[in-house]
């Protein structure tokens, strides 16, 4: 039995994933900058170019992680 995927996008990075048909609606995580996304046929979704709360989102996490790392060393 083969699997079928589609393309898409990562907001964050811009790596283009290949994701499985079944996680289509289900949050993912992309390989390479570990962003949250949810998985959906591009071509079906509509245009969210002037979404930034997913960069938001990740300049939050990115913030969050960079503090803990700080703490750690400061130990």
Known sequence: MSATFFIQECPTCGRNLQIRLELLGRMIACPQCEALLE????????????????????????LATAADVQKNQAR
Request: glycine share 4%; aromatic share 0%.
């Open 39 to 62: 998985a959906c046929d591009p071509a079906m979704r509509p245009d969210r170019a002037h979404d930034s709360g997913v960069l938001l989102d990740r300049a939050n996490q990115l």
